[in-house]
Structures are given as C-alpha cells and as structure tokens.
C-alpha cells in the first residue's frame, strides 16, 4: 500500500475579525444590559460593569482595525501583485508604524481630515486605557446628595502624551470633537458605540477606494445571528442577513435618545441614515 504523501498549506496570522467580533459582543451581552439600567442617568459616573467592558472594547475594536491595515497592505502589496523589497511599496508606512501614522498614510484627501482627526481622539481615548493614568476623582454634591459634576485630575508624575494633549478639550477630560472621555472610569457603552461607527465610517471609506473584497464583510460572520437575541427588544426588518451596516444600525438605535442626538451632532447629519434612525 503506498503511502499518501503529505502537503503544506500556508495562511495569514490576522486576528481582525476576531478582535472586532468580541468587541462587539463585549459591548451586546455586558456594557448594552449595564447601560440600559442606567440610560436615562448622566454620565460620568459609570458602572463599573459597563466601564470595563466598554473600554476592552475599544481597545480591541483598535487592534482589530489596525491588523486590517496589515492584511490590506499585504493583501495589495505581496499577494496581489508580489511585491517585495526593495520594490516600491504601494502604501507610505510599515506594519510596525503606530496606528495614526497607518492612518494618516490612508486618509490624505482634505474632504478626510475629520474622519482622521476623530480616529487619531478614540486612539488617544485608548491610550488612556493601556497606557494607565491614574485621576483622582472629585465628586460635587447638592444638598440632596446628587452629584453636581465630576472632575479628574492627574495625580503627580503622570503626564499626558503630545497626542492627547492636542486633541483634549481645555476644560474638560475629553476630546474635542466626539466628546469621549479620557479618564479611563468615565467611559461608558456610548463612547465605544461612537468609536465603532468611526471606524465603521473608516471602512466605508476604504471600501470605496480599494473595494469591496478588501474589507471586512465578513465580520461578524460567526455570531451575526446572535445579533436578534442581543439586541432583542428592537424591530427588526423581515429580511435580516445580520449585515455589519445591520449590526451597526442595532448600535444606534439602543441608544438612549440623547445619546443618538450626540452622534447626530458629532458624525454629521449625511451618516444617521446610514445607521437606520428612520427605523427606531
């Protein structure tokens, strides 16, 4: 009997899918339950429940985005067309460049410097996540015990990078466009829903400059169908494919009405029907 000879096979080491799979599921199954608890209560203070597993997200939302730009820069420049050094790349940056130069090397079009300046904010709100900067809390109370307002400060010997001092509101612990908080506790689901809709806008972006089979049309592949059970309690069209734009319009409409008004207010009103508002 002769034996069968054995092959090899080769694949890519690409964990975006995955990272953006469980952020979104971190944000239906743990922050979306602790939110709604609370939807109708002024942020900050957050629960700790919502808190922790927003801010996983993001920072998995992130690190999924930022092997994407891997896989497309290798998609298009090794796979493709199978380029190697010292050929010329097609893209200006390296796979070990940090995230926004990634990004600054992709959106170079002026109409794109907003998309861009509100990317380069949630890497600064993710910064402050990994990167831990310990406040100390200030809480103002009334005479009936409601918290007033909240102020963080840094404790001595922490500092802000460059990056996020240039993005960070004067007063305020938060950016200056999309208003997401940089004390890492202040984070809640809306701030990781808002950061997936601009990476969602990213996407979008580069769909449209290098198609369709370079982005991520099969996120949320696996879970896609958990998407009725998650978000249960919303309406959902009779032809539901669980579609990424479908999970991404589930996201707005379980926000609470002035939270879908600080989207509207911050992404631009041309985007709102791209995350379904006409069907709450």
């Known amino acids: 009997m002769v034996k069968p000879k054995g092959f090899r096979q080769e694949s890519i080491s690409n964990l975006s899918l995955d990272l953006i799979d469980t952020a979104f599921l971190l944000l239906c199954e743990h922050a979306l339950p602790a939110y709604k608890q609370h939807i109708n209560s002024s942020r900050p203070p957050v629960d700790g429940r919502e808190n922790a597993t927003s801010a996983a997200a993001i920072v998995m939302l992130l690190s999924g985005l930022d092997y994407h730009l891997c896989w497309l820069k290798y998609s298009k420049e090794t796979i493709k067309l199978k380029i190697s050094p010292p050929h010329a790349p097609i893209f200006s940056w390296s796979f070990d460049d940090y995230l926004v130069v990634k990004v600054r090397g992709l959106l170079t079009r002026r109409t794109e410097r907003g998309l861009l300046a509100q990317i380069i904010e949630i890497t600064a709100c993710r910064d402050s996540i990994i990167h831990p900067k310990i406040y100390t809390i200030t809480h103002v109370f009334d005479a009936d015990f409601n918290i007033k307002h909240m102020k963080g400060c840094l404790v001595p010997g922490a500092k802000l990078r460059n990056k996020t001092k ?68 919303l309406e959902w069209p009779k032809d539901y494919r669980g579609t990424l734009q479908e999970w991404i319009s589930a996201f707005y409409k379980s926000l609470s ?24």
């Open 166 to 233: 240039s993005v960070k509101m004067k007063r305020k612990d938060a950016t200056k466009l999309l208003k997401i908080p940089l004390v890492p506790t202040w984070i809640g689901y809306a701030d990781a829903v808002l950061s997936v809709f601009v990476v969602y806008r990213l996407f979008l972006t580069l769909e449209i400059r290098y198609g369709k089979s370079y982005m991520p049309s099969a996120v949320l592949s696996r879970y896609a169908r958990k998407a009725k059970h998650l978000f249960g309690d």
């Open 257 to 280: 009405i002035r939270d879908q008004e600080k989207v509207a207010k911050v992404l631009g009103g041309e985007f709102i029907p791209i995350l379904g508002s006409n069907n709450r």
